[in-house]
């Protein structure tokens, strides 16, 4: 069992910053993949980025450049910082761990982007 808390959502203006931060417990050493998604009202749940194991990263085309996963394997913390933010990156976002047996999902956290 992996256990997966988000923090760091919040309102944000358009361009500005907020750093997010999902903290994993359990059985940790059994993640593989590390991964933030999202998922505005009225929308399907999409992948944002996601890193290995080894601190191999990848994004989505709609934040490329403006955002970055990073991951801390001996806090067992997987961050993304967000700048340049835009209204369309509101939704809440969830962190998501992959074990071999299957995937984890966090309870999510609210992002807002608007003036």
């Known amino acids: 069992q992996v256990q997966l808390v988000e923090s760091g959502g919040g309102l944000v203006q358009p361009g500005g910053s907020l750093r997010l931060s999902c903290a994993a417990s359990g059985s940790t050493f059994s993640i593989n993949v590390m991964g933030w998604y999202r998922q505005a009202p009225g929308e399907q749940r999409e992948v944002v980025a996601v890193i290995t194991s080894g601190g191999s990263t990848g994004y989505a085309d709609s934040v490329k450049g403006r955002f970055t996963i990073s991951r801390d394997n001996a806090q067992n913390t997987v961050y993304l910082q967000m700048n340049s933010l835009k209204p369309e990156d509101t939704a809440v976002y969830y962190c998501?761990?992959?074990?071999?047996?299957?995937?984890?999902w966090g309870q999510g956290t609210q992002v807002t982007v608007s003036s």
């Open positions: 998501r761990a992959d074990v071999p047996e299957g995937r984890y």
